[in-house]
Nanobody, 121 residues
Framework: VQLAESGGGSVQAGGSLRLSCTAS????????LAWIRQSPGKEREEVARIDGDGSIGYGDSVKGRFTVSADNDKKTLYLQMNNLKPEDTAMYYCVSEYGTCPSWVDEYDYWGQGTQVTVSS
């Protein structure tokens, strides 16, 4: 299983970025795909997920601002981030797990290398 993120960068508050994650090495349709972020001194936080059954969920801090999507066979996962805030600054990881998304971020078995998002005020 391989996950490769792209699309991070630096943006001013209020701006937008779109992250992409290319997934390979597994049958995608029944797998959970999610975005997790971590910034220095803070715990890892799941921001968005597409579960194995196709259901979508968001962390409370990003609801209404972030949108997660995937192509039909889940080979590419996206995260559209709008109205970015300085507190969104973090390393963003694409993660995956077979079937139902885990309850805890530490339970994801497959991680990409991460892409940095920096939001300045």
């Amino acid at each position: 299983v391989q996950l490769a993120e792209s699309g991070g960068g630096s943006v001013q508050a209020g701006g937008s970025l779109r992250l992409s994650c290319t997934a390979s090495g597994f049958a995608h349709s029944r797998w959970c795909l999610a975005w997790i972020r971590q910034s220095p001194g803070k715990e890892r936080e799941e921001v968005a997920r597409i579960d194995g059954d196709g259901s979508i969920g968001y962390g409370d801090s990003v609801k209404g601002r972030f949108t997660v999507s995937a192509d039909n066979d889940k080979k590419t996962l996206y995260l559209q981030m709008n109205n970015l805030k300085p507190e969104d600054t973090a390393m963003y990881y694409c993660v995956s797990e077979y079937g139902t998304c885990p309850s805890w971020v530490d339970e994801y078995d497959y991680w990409g290398q991460g892409t940095q998002v920096t939001v300045s005020s």
